[in-house]
C-alpha cells in the first residue's frame, strides 16, 4: 500500500492550501484516514481525521479553519486549510488505517511521504 500526498507549498497568512493524498496498491478497504503535521522541533500531531462513514475529529487549534474529507472511491482524503498561521507550518502526513484481507479484521497504519506546508507571516 503506497500513499501520496501533494498540495504543499508556500503561503501567506490568511491564505489557503487543499492537500489531497491518494492510497494505491493491494488491499480489501480502509477504515480511518488522517492528517498529522510535525513542525520543526516539534512531536508529530494529529490535525484531522475522517472515518469511512463521514465523522470528523479535528485538533482544536485547526478547528473551524480546516476541513477534512475524502472519497472512497478514489481512496483518497482532502485536507482543506484556510485562514493558515505561521503555526501551521509544517510537514503534514496524511495516514491510512488499512484493511488487508476481507479474510482478516486486522488493520495496518500507512504513512505519507510527507508535504511541506510554509505559512509566511
Known amino acids: 500500500v503506497q500513499l501520496q500526498a501533494s498540495g504543499g507549498g508556500l503561503v501567506q497568512a490568511g491564505g489557503s492550501l487543499r492537500l489531497s493524498c491518494a492510497a494505491s496498491?493491494?488491499?480489501?478497504?480502509?477504515?480511518?484516514m488522517g492528517w498529522y503535521r510535525q513542525a520543526l522541533g516539534k512531536q508529530r500531531e494529529l490535525v484531522a481525521d475522517i472515518t469511512r462513514g463521514g465523522s470528523t475529529n479535528y485538533a482544536e487549534s485547526v478547528k473551524g479553519r480546516f476541513t477534512i474529507s475524502r472519497d472512497n472511491a478514489k481512496n483518497t482524503v482532502y485536507l482543506q486549510m484556510n485562514s493558515l498561521k505561521p503555526e501551521d507550518t509544517a510537514i503534514y502526513y496524511c495516514n491510512a488505517e488499512v484493511r488487508r484481507s476481507l479474510l482478516s479484521p486486522t488493520t495496518f497504519h500507512y504513512w505519507g511521504q510527507g508535504t511541506l506546508v510554509t505559512v509566511s507571516s
Open positions: 496498491g493491494s488491499f480489501f478497504s480502509i477504515d480511518t
